[in-house]
């Protein structure tokens, strides 16, 4: 099937936008998936016959000038990040001095009423009326399909006259890996446990940045240690020095500015709380909000337009009027005087963008939703959850119940939480699908077949290229199962498997031996599993907390670093080991989507003497989550590899 062709508008970073970062966020997922073409500015000859369809990203600022101009030269689809232009055609004709051009779009949008409005608006008496003319009608009119990030958004669409297809698709949410929590509270000047609120983004009066600090102030009365920053450019008709100075609170209260995009993500994890309160609105969407949610803060928003439609239990919602301050307080009070609903609320958080909000899934509803279009269908979006990964309940004894001697029981007894999650977090299969098993010693092997029903299951493990043995076990039942082992170096050979050949491929336990080229497996499956496919990697976690408190001691983090003592032949070693930050990063840069990822056990040795560990973590403001002993981590592929040779783990 042909690849859709994409022409794509939008500014681009370094414009100071929000809509820029967010097209720049989307664009590597989206080109997995279609042929993009990207335009930042009117090109000088453009033939709209070379696509097959033509993305126009809309926002309300003069960086979408021409994305404006070319949406009505050339329809297409509209991405609406707010339901107003009023502040756009401003600056296309008022700041141009075209009076004539701005009422007559006025009236156009608004009819006779706005029009008269309009030319007491040309005599200065007063200003345009911002909120109560969209200025919609004439883009709208034009367009083939648009697409909002909330059904706030696309009910003023149809409000506004638009008939046409119409898709609602979540904002892209951010997951950085790289903030840096304790690193921006040394900058700053502030320990560990001092409570830190942030306002963060472009710092307009609108974003209730008064009411914020007037509660603040009285935050301090309750908790005079508590600090708060204010990360952004600050808007003319704020005088936030004056306000500050009004307040008394210079001393509690920082004005960062402006900063690039790894120092704002890093103070963002500074934070304990994150205000992205706004009134009022226009149904546009907040990047900064995502990025907070991604990245686990507790987040005060305002309860209207399109911020109603976050789920309760991730975000505290502010309702505007005369309690506003009061409640902003109290959720303050709340939130700085318990860190562990904190806690919980920013978890949940991460968890819910992370399975609603990833790129891949939003690039991947932008084409679902393209091609419609183009085809003249009915639109269905792809669902959050892949309906493969629905859990089968995995028992012990559909693993013991295939082990005959008693150094497999051994190993078994050893490690039986292991591969009982493994199984579980395994996608499930049917008689017409194939799974690989890379490093197959037979223990879940059989499991694959007869407890996930998949139709063929073949293993892998090192020894020669070109050779195959076969395996053959019985359980205890007299059933019998025989499984063909493929030998091959997995860090250097080429799989002796067709493109696209398997549905699922696991690797247990075997990445953290390879010592060269790790990534070369990564792309060999990669290459191997069909579109769509999972790949589930398991390896010891060396950011649990047994490593913490290794490393901490004196030794070394690692789970089996230990060199084998002479006359023991081979080195089983562990090469390197994997924090799940890493095992998330391996499979996003090998093409994957990541699905699921976890710890949990890797031997069947509770420590409980590490809860100190978890009381440091915590102390520190630090995660406390994914300190298990083993890493899982399940991917669904959804391109080509990104990175072959990623500067993290090469040099």
Known sequence: ???????????????????????????????????????????????????????????????????????LEHPGVVVMHESNLHHLHAERTIKRNNWDAYIEEVTYDGGETARVFAERVRRLEVGPDYEGVPMLRRLLERSRGAIAHSKFVAADLER??????????????????????????????????????????????YKRIAESLRAFRRLLRVEPNARMILVGEPHPDLQLDHLLGTLELRHAVRVLGFTPIEEFTSLMAACDVILNLRYPTVGESSGTLLRALGLGRAVMVSDLGSFREFPDDICLKVPVGPTEEDLIFEYLNLLISRPDLARAMGDRAADWVARECSWPLVAERYVEFLSAVK????????????????????????????????AAQGYLDHHAARFQKTLELTPPGDESQRILEMGAYMQITPALKFKLGYGEVRGCYFGPAGKTDSREVTSAEG??????????????????????????????????????????????????????????????????????????HGYHPGFFPAYLKPPVDGDARHAREYTAKEGYLLLHDAGFEVVKLETGPFRQEPKPELAWVVTMLRQFGMPEDLRGDGLYVLGRKVGAVRSRYPSWLYN
Not at 168 to 192: N, S
């Open 375 to 406: 085809d003249g269908r009915e639109v269905v979006l792809k669902a959050a959850a892949p309906s493969a990964m629905e859990p089968i309940q995995v028992e012990l004894e559909d693993v013991s119940n295939w082990v005959a001697d008693p």
């Open 1 to 71: 099937m042909a690849r859709l062709r994409v022409a794509f508008f939008s500014p681009l970073p370094p414009v100071k936008s929000g809509i820029a970062d967010y097209s720049a966020a989307l664009l590597d997922p989206l080109r997995e998936q279609a042929d993009v073409t990207v335009f930042t500015d009117t090109p000088p000859h453009f033939d709209p016959t070379r696509y097959d369809a033509l993305l126009y990203q809309m926002g309300n600022n003069p960086y979408h000038d021409f994305t404006y101009s070319l949406a």
């Open 479 to 552: 059933e019998r199962f025989a499984c063909e082992i493929d030998l091959f170096d997995a860090e250097h050979d080429i799989y002796p498997y067709p493109d696209g050949h398997f549905d699922t491929v696991l690797c247990c336990e075997l990445i953290e031996h390879l010592k060269e080229d790790p990534m070369h497996l990564l792309a060999e499956v990669n290459r191997i599993l069909k579109s769509g496919g999972h790949f589930l990697l398991t390896t010891p976690n060396i950011a649990s907390l047994r490593a913490i408190s290794a490393i901490l």
């Open 160 to 205: 506004a006259g638009f008939s046409g297809p119409t898709a609602v698709i979540p904002h892209g949410a951010w997951i950085p890996l790289d903030a840096d929590r304790l690193g921006a509270r040394e900058k700053l000047g502030l320990g560990p446990r001092t409570p830190l609120i942030g306002v963060f983004g472009f710092l307009k009066p």
